[in-house]
């Protein structure tokens, strides 16, 4: 597998960079060992914003030198677009809006308990959570890709892997990579 990856440094600039070993290739920056892009050598710290995964290197490398052409706003665009990294899926309940419930699209918790259809009383006992599978993850996770992305419930979409503040794209960066 090859990654292809974007670091936001300390400076607010972002680094694009292409590696079959993610994992080792962050530890190689934050310890500004030789290996390490000299680019990054320049800043006290990056965070990893944003990772794509590819079969071959060719095709790894072709993608990163297409992004490094982009310009810093398309960049961001990217970053802050839902990559379907699994994360929200693995590690939150999704509640339904009200229209959400209604709309019969989706599988919840307590849908066998047959709730009326007094939507107070469904949130109140968590009927409006999305069904999960027994490790806990959302039931329209397969394989680390959401099987509804295209019309996922809207508390998905608000999901803090989208947000641009900094403490949730730190937090996304810590749940992604833990280089210990």
């Not at 079959?20 to 050598?41: C, D, F, G, V």
């Not at 899926?89 to 599988?107: A, D, H, M, P, V």
């Not at 107070?120 to 006992?125: A, G, M, R, S, T």
Request: hydrophobic letters at 30%.
């Amino acid at each position: 597998m090859y990654y292809v990856y974007i670091l936001r440094t300390s400076s607010n600039t972002l680094y694009v960079g292409q590696t079959n070993n993610l994992k080792k290739r962050m530890i190689e920056h934050k310890e500004k060992s030789r290996k390490s892009a000299k680019y990054l050598r320049m800043f006290s710290d990056f965070n990893l914003v944003y990772t794509e995964k590819f079969l071959t290197r060719g095709e790894a490398i072709k993608r990163e030198a297409e992004l490094k052409k982009w310009p810093k706003n398309k960049k961001e665009i990217l970053i802050r677009k839902c990559s379907q990294c699994g994360i929200c899926c693995r590690l939150f309940l999704i509640n339904l809006t009200q229209e959400e419930w209604r709309s019969g699209w989706y599988k919840t918790q307590l849908k066998e308990f047959g709730f009326d259809d007094d939507f107070d009383i469904v949130q109140k006992y968590g009927g409006n959570i999305l069904s999960q599978k027994k490790d806990g993850s959302c039931i329209y996770l397969n394989n680390n890709v959401c099987s509804i992305h295209k019309r996922r419930p809207q508390s998905c979409r608000d999901f803090f892997c989208a947000s641009t503040s900094k403490k949730f794209r730190g937090m996304i960066s810590m749940i992604t990579f833990s280089p210990h």
